[in-house]
């Protein structure tokens, strides 16, 4: 369809943050065909004369682009103009372009299911910062965190984190393995951010670990699975967050969505309290 516009995400990495920003330009404008080709792991010039060949071939082709090599960012873009491609930066006026080079002005609807605005640059902060925390990494950085989970191995501490990222939320998650394993910033003070501990019945831990250790055809860790040392284990993390105060929720038969909702609540009490 001439009439179609074929939109080229390019990025360095996976593309999807360019992919998000690009869902979010879309939904200002009405009744515009798109095809979208999506280019992730671009990283050398000859990727990028690959792409910009096969998008010259269609009238109606656009370069959006996310690439952290200001030099490869500069190279396409010059081979874009000299072919005569639209291209743009995420960082760019996105919209304003968009309405230039589409001849329609933007609905400025905040029902878009994803905006360019503060909050969601906070989204995409929130995730970058989760990604980098994840499983008790950068301990350090802790009190940075807007919420810090803790929980014994597959209590969904992850998914969870995840989720709460994309809500804005700057979420650290750190696995119970013993005594130990909580930082001392948080045994001295244990307000320091919002901390919620994670818990399950351990029936449904022992089901779970199974199936992990299928997937990853592991069958020499036997005291992963074991119900009884997996009793122990929920019952010292429950004792342990009982005795820094921190709120509990029980897993077992919640969604992420679900737990995360009710991490959220437990996050605007500890708000309100200051």
Known sequence: MTNTYQIYLISDSTGETLDRIF??????????????????FTRTENQILTILSEAEKNSNAIILYSIVDSN????????????????????????????????????????GQYKLNDDYYKRIEAIQFTMNHDDGNLIKEIKKSDIVLLGVSRTSKTPTSIYLANK????????????NSIPKILKEDPKITCVVGLNTEPERLVDIRKNRMNSLKETENKTYVDLERIKKEVNEAKNTFKKYGWPIIDVTRKSVEETAASVIKIYEIYRQNG
């Open 168 to 179: 804005g939320f700057k979420t650290s998650n750190i696995p119970l393995i013993n005594k």
């Open 23 to 40: 869902i979010a330009i879309k939904a200002q404008f009405k009744n515009i065909d798109y095809k979208v080709h999506t280019c992730s």
């Open 72 to 111: 490869l960012a500069k190279y396409l873009a010059h081979i874009s103009n000299e072919k005569k491609i639209p291209c743009f930066g995420v960082l760019g006026d996105l919209i304003l372009s968009f309405s230039k080079l589409l001849n329609q002005k933007a609905s400025h609807e905040p029902s």
